[in-house]
């Protein structure tokens, strides 16, 4: 029996673009924030976020990823709605439930955003934005596009060694490919699976651009991270992320028309 070749990029030729989902115009755009022992700055992060985005309101949700700190109720009482896992799961499989709860919205538009203020929420709308006009279905907040100069040293470079790996997998000129501020259609959001517990990042983007969907980045601002637990340490990362990714590139790929 022949032996089928390892796959180790994305093929050149991908699917078509799925089709998008109608969008109310009532429907909101939905932030979701994982978080795991952020009570620093997860109530400066929802309330940063601006209310409404492209004339659509903003619904907040915060992923409790098993915190043992202060994180939860600071959250609602900044105004977010509060989902908890049933434990310290890990960031993939915060992501995953975000999207799950964002997309119950019927969202315009759903926009994941770390909660350690590297980020500023106020860059929601630009995010947004591509994916609010139809220009894109899935996009990336690009560090390298935008502004690094506070990220440490050796995280530039190992972002950078990463963002090269993803950029020769995905055939994509991918500036960020650990970005934690990303915006999905609702067809992607919908279409997203999230196969690693541990991180996301690779991945989706894997996921996504197999199936298809049109991928954009923008130029975000970085701030350097001054408290609160990373979600992602560089050993464990990499002992994790690499056999994931492998598994992603090298899984049958479902149309996303016949997903549920």
Known sequence: MPVTPTRLRLPRVLPA????????????????????????????VVR????????????TIVVDDGSTDASVPLAREAGATVV???GNLGLGAAVRRGLAEAVRLAPAAVVYLD???????EDIEQVAGPVLTGE????????????????LAHRRFGNRVLT????WMTRHDVTDGQ??????SPSAARAAEVIHDYNYAQVITLDLLAKGYRYHEVPIRYAFRASGESFVKLGPYLRKVVPAVHRELNSPQVPPSSMP
């Open 164 to 167: 090269v790996w993803v950029r």
């Open 179 to 184: 970005s934690g501020y990303r915006a999905f």
């Open 17 to 44: 673009r799925p089709v998008p989902l109608p969008v109310p115009p009532d429907a909101p755009v939905v932030a979701f924030i994982p978080v795991h022992n952020e009570e620093a700055t997860v109530g400066e």
């Open 115 to 121: 909660a350690d203020l590297e980020y500023f929420p």
């Open 136 to 151: 894109a279905d899935y996009v990336v907040g690009s560090r390298f596009a935008g502004t690094i100069e506070r990220m």
């Open 84 to 86: 908890s896992q049933p």
């Open 48 to 59: 940063r976020l601006p209310a409404s985005v492209a004339g659509r309101r903003v619904v």
